[in-house]
């Protein structure tokens, strides 16, 4: 079975400081799709970013980069200039082919003032 | 515009009633699915289904039914509400296939927060 590992229950950064969460994840396939998404306090499940296994490049979104490492199965997110928007539960979500979504336990992240 | 959209938003039940959650999604997705947040657990697969008229187990399935009668439409039922079902439920949906545009991204409803005493 997939399975993805967030080792990081919580974590906090100053505002406008860089922060990085990981992630790693374990199968055999080689077709998969990884994927960070936000949680806030509204409860609203919002996707931050995805990337293609077959992708060597890794995926930017703005102030979010992943760095995708595919022989050691880590997937981490990187959020630059911390925003007190930020503020929020980040899960790390992993899909082999059309196969259901596989999330992790998250990831709360505090952005302080 | 609507998306994903879950009904009720709230719910409180007493142990062993019935109740039937409701998730509507207007992007003529072929997928669907249910999934139940628990604090320190992240989001857990109940059911999905890969097209009208059919349904699969996810995760942890036990003590829940679903029905995907029509391609918009996906219903998650509780027959005897128990307290370990206290949790957050998700309905989320998505195109099939890999290749087209948008496929693999999964839309989430708000969520819908059920209680049982």
């Known amino acids: 079975a997939q399975t993805v590992t967030q080792s990081q229950p919580e974590m906090s950064v100053q505002e406008a400081e860089t922060v990085t969460l990981s992630c790693t994840y374990d199968t055999s396939e080689n077709n998969y799709y990884l994927f960070w998404y936000k949680q806030p306090p509204s409860r609203q499940m ?10 060597q490049q890794n995926a930017t979104e703005n102030r979010f980069s992943v760095n995708f490492q595919k022989a050691a199965k880590s997937f981490s997110l ?14 790390c979500a992993f899909m082999i082919g059309n196969t259901p979504l596989v999330f992790g336990k998250g990831t709360r992240l505090s952005v302080i003032a | 515009n609507a998306g994903v959209t ?25 997928y669907m699915y249910w999934y139940r947040q628990d604090p320190g657990m992240g989001l857990r697969l109940i059911h999905y289904s890969v097209g009208e008229g059919t349904t699969a187990k996810g995760e942890v399935p036990d003590g829940y039914n679903v029905s995907r009668l029509k391609k918009q439409n996906f219903l ?9 079902q206290t949790s957050v439920y998700f309905c989320a949906s998505s195109y099939a296939g890999t290749g087209r545009s948008g496929a693999n991204v999964l839309t989430f409803g708000a969520g819908s927060r059920l209680t049982v005493l």
């Not at chain 1, 990187?78 to 899960?91: E, N, R």
């Open chain 2, 6 to 30: 879950q009904t009720p938003k709230f719910r409180v039940l007493k142990t062993g009633q019935s109740m039937t959650l409701l998730c509507a999604q207007d992007m003529n997705h072929e």
């Open chain 1, 46 to 55: 919002i996707l931050v970013i995805r990337q293609e296994a077959y992708k």
């Open chain 1, 78 to 91: 990187k959020i630059s200039d911390s925003q007190l928007g930020d503020t929020a539960m980040y899960f």
């Open chain 2, 76 to 84: 998650l039922g509780l027959e005897s509400a128990a307290p370990s």
